[in-house]
């Protein structure tokens, strides 16, 4: 490893960043760059920063699988819909899809303040609009406490059991 | 060679982090692996036997990857006594901290544009090839490589700003 080329070329620094945080690199490799970064406040700073960036790239997102017509969101780890959390536009994402049967799991949503139900709405309108369907799984009792308080659950179905919520969609 | 307090505390961290990256996160002995790296070092230093402070990342590293070897066979060594016995006691981690840290990232990366997020996904997360990513995103290399920097740049500024308003805002 040149200590040259790695401030010469970002994009060597960045793949070598990169590959030493998924432990791809091999022995001497390592051995080198710990040698570096230990006297090189540059390079340890972009390591910091790129294991920050991939802890983000990392964190929890919404999976998407499809259930015949249906499309079963789910978030990947815990999640906050609040203002400015990342699952938040990761749900809008998804409906930007014109996609219209949408349930959409809220087992793993610990926390919705009034952003998080403004945008849960704001997503209803959409599949509305678009002769959609949004319907609402599995919420904590937290998040079910607030949807009954906002009145928000006279307009979103809710259901416990997936398999009843999918069966929904196809009553009229 | 002398080494003022200011460049102890950045070697200090900086062990910190690799032995962790060696020892795993959870290691209950991170800090002390890091102590004894840099009491060697400094024991190192009074016997003058770092005459080439260009060398001196390399010496430390030397040292500190014989004390996480120490410390593996120690352990391979001397597993726990009794095999009932509780594994000792494990400081609690900063959950705080931690929560500030998942946040912050979190505003960084709400604040990207989709374009970043994605260059940002494929690079670091899906472990993609320049050439893959440029073909799939219709990019020149020259475009990937200032879309790349520039997102990570924008990324890091935001989330470090997050970090210092932390306790502005909640005072």
């Known amino acids: 490893m040149d200590k040259m080329q790695i401030h010469e070329n970002p ?33 340890f700073e972009e390591l910091r920063a790129s294991q920050m960036l991939m802890a983000g790239l990392g964190q929890s997102k919404v999976e998407a699988r499809r259930v015949e017509d249906i499309l079963v969101l789910q978030f990947a780890g815990p999640a906050q819909l609040t203002r400015q959390s990342f699952e938040l536009q990761e749900l809008q994402r998804a409906f930007q899809q014109p996609d219209t049967k949408v349930l959409i799991d809220l087992g793993r949503v610990t926390k919705i303040d009034s952003a998080g139900l403004g945008q849960l709405m704001a997503c209803y309108s959409h599949a ?9 799984l599995n919420p904590t009792a937290e998040v079910r406490s607030l949807l009954r308080l906002t009145k928000i659950d006279s307009v979103l179905e809710t259901y416990d059991d997936e398999r009843q919520a999918l069966g929904s969609f196809d009553r009229p | 060679m002398e080494i003022d307090p200011g460049t102890l505390e950045h070697y200090r961290r900086k062990l910190r982090y690799k032995v962790r990256y060696h020892l795993g996160s959870f290691c209950p002995d991170v800090d002390d692996a890091v102590q004894e790296t840099l009491v060697r070092f400094l024991r190192a230093l009074k016997e003058e036997k770092i005459r080439n402070p260009e060398s001196t990342g390399a010496f430390l590293s030397g040292i500190c990857n014989n004390v996480i070897q120490e410390y593996r066979r120690r352990q391979w ?19 705080a901290d931690l929560l500030e840290l998942r946040q912050a990232i979190s505003i960084a990366m709400t604040q ?47 989330y470090q700003e997050e970090l210092k308003q932390k306790p502005r805002r909640e005072h």
């Open chain 1, 128 to 136: 509305v609009k678009n002769q959609g369907m949004l319907k609402l």
């Open chain 1, 11 to 43: 994009l060597f620094r960045e793949e070598l960043i990169r590959d030493y945080l998924l432990k791809r690199l091999d022995a001497e490799t390592v051995e080198a760059f710990e040698s570096h970064y230990l006297s090189c406040e540059e390079c």
């Open chain 2, 112 to 158: 990207l544009s989709q374009r970043d997020r994605d260059i940002l996904r494929a690079f670091f997360l899906e472990e993609r090839d320049k050439e893959e990513i440029c073909q799939a995103m219709d990019l020149s290399d020259a475009q990937f490589r200032v879309a790349l920097f520039r997102a990570k740049q924008r990324f890091r500024r935001i």
């Open chain 2, 77 to 95: 060594k001397e597993p726990l006594l009794d095999p009932d016995s509780s594994p000792p006691e494990r400081p609690a981690p900063p959950e």
